[in-house]
């Protein structure tokens, strides 16, 4: 990571940690890159989002650079259209998950795939000094709201018709408000709508893929046959199946796994998780023959190592499923789709798609003012090892810092769930006390 870029992009609060001229800055030295580049632009619905576009899409102009802003649609969307029109890159003015104060910047190649470690850090070299062309070099700014729609048409051909399913979608509020509701209506489900909202306002407050609860309560008092929760800029994916049982990433990766391995499409019977994935989720894919990969945490990590195996499969406990047939990207309202799709197909409920065995996991973040001087604290690294020895084998500790936000990451992983709950719980007190201590 870089000073300005995290795990995903740069991401902080408007008008504090992103600032308009950091976003000028940002759009001027990608705009500086290569010579005349056409850039894409997309945002979710954040209150800050045309202002980030504008000072972004100026900086970008500045150096030469042609803008084609599509307005109001997912991360994906935009990975796809860059790819579809011949950009040389493609941007999405969004946070993600975090709250309506936050923003962020995250930026695709012509190929629709985040930019690397290696090119971000260049990327963020070239903010220190401004390029500015000639008059009659400055790029120029277009709109094509229109072009969501090819979006919105490739979605529909991924998928089989959904005649006679219910579904709850809960968006946010954010950047799939309108075409997730729209493509499982086209093909023939009935929606029930939470948060279907343009209310950048309230963005993932208290809805969405971190608040499935209400989802899975619609659901079931609907007689639904799924939810699927997204969050802001619609790259993540919870869901629940018709009896109200929330189902995460891991889940989720678990069910399309299996799915694509009887079809004969899962390549090399072999799919990409996180460090973070459940150990019950690993046993049980190894019973069916197929073999997991782990990467460190980060969806841009898991689809690397895609590319590297030439795999076709890979995602995140936290809802990032990456489908490399279809997309280059995290795609919320794609898997959730592919999900629907399966269940048409195999004729059978959710529920009987994902039934696993998971080993209990405790999972803790806590908020600190200084993340990078905990994580780094001698203290800390004595206590994980305590907890290590202390807990059965075959146990798992993982602490982390996160990579869009102020907060260490806590997850023990244990057989007996109490064991878990407590050790987690007491390396949640060190990290405590470590943050607050006087330097």
């Known amino acids: 990571m870089g000073v300005f870029f995290g795990t995903d992009g740069i991401r902080g609060k408007v008008n504090s940690d992103l600032t308009f001229d950091l976003a000028y800055k940002c759009g001027n030295a990608l705009g500086a890159s290569v010579s005349k580049p056409t850039i894409l632009i997309g945002q979710d619905t954040r209150v800050s989002g045309s202002l980030l576009t504008m000072a972004f899409a100026g900086g970008a102009m500045n150096a030469g650079a042609k803008i084609i802003d599509v ?6 969307c935009v990975a796809f259209l860059t790819r579809e029109v011949g950009a040389d890159f493609g941007v999405i003015i969004s946070a993600s998950h975090n709250p309506p104060e936050y923003n962020g910047i995250k930026i695709f ?15 963020e070299r070239k903010f220190v000094h401004s390029v500015t062309v000639t008059p009659n070099n400055i790029g120029s700014y277009i709109q094509r709201y229109n072009l969501v729609r090819k979006y919105q048409k490739h979605l529909m051909s991924c998928c089989k018709q959904l005649v006679g399913k219910k579904v709850v979608i809960d968006a946010s509020n954010g950047a799939s408000y309108k075409i997730a509701p729209e493509v499982f209506e086209k093909l023939g489900a009935k929606v029930i709508k939470l948060s279907c909202k343009r209310d950048g306002a309230n963005i993932n407050n208290q809805c969405g893929s971190l608040y499935p609860d209400e989802m899975s309560k619609v659901v079931v008092e609907n007689n639904a046959d799924f939810g699927f929760a997204f969050d802001g800029d619609s790259d993540r994916i919870i869901a629940c199946d018709e009896k109200g049982n929330i189902l995460d990433g891991d889940m989720l990766l678990f ?3 299996k799915y694509l391995k009887c079809q004969n499409k899962l390549k090399d019977n072999t799919v990409v998780g996180t460090r ?3 150990i019950g989720i690993e046993r049980e894919l190894n019973r069916l023959g197929i073999e997991l ?3 460190d945490i980060g969806d ?6 895609m590319e590297q195996k030439g795999l076709n499969l890979g995602g995140e406990k936290s809802g990032h499923i990456i489908m490399l047939d279809y997309a280059t990207t995290g795609d ?7 999900i629907a799709t399966m269940s048409v197909e195999l004729n059978k409920p959710f529920s009987e798609l ?3 065995k998971l080993c209990p996991q405790c999972n803790i973040d806590c908020k600190v003012k200084d993340k990078m001087r905990v994580i780094n604290s001698e203290r800390l690294t004595k206590k994980i090892s305590q907890e290590e020895k202390f807990l059965p084998k075959g146990s798992r500790i993982m602490v982390r810092v996160s990579g869009t936000e102020k907060k260490i990451r806590i997850m023990v992983e244990c057989e007996d769930e109490k064991l878990a709950n407590e050790s987690a719980k007491r390396i949640a007190d060190v990290v405590f006390n470590i943050d607050h201590k006087e330097i």
Do not use: F, M, W
Request: charged letters at 30%; one cysteine or more; a positive charge.
């Open 332 to 338: 919320g309202v794609l898997s959730a789709l592919q």
């Open 276 to 278: 973070h994935t459940n």
């Open 71 to 76: 307005g109001i649609c997912p991360t994906a």
């Open 109 to 123: 190649d012509k190929n629709g795939l985040k930019l690397g470690d290696e090119k971000e850090n260049a990327l």
């Open 354 to 356: 994902t039934k696993v």
């Open 300 to 305: 841009k990590y898991v689809l690397e190592r």
């Open 293 to 295: 990969e782990r990467t």
């Open 255 to 257: 069910a399309l796994a």
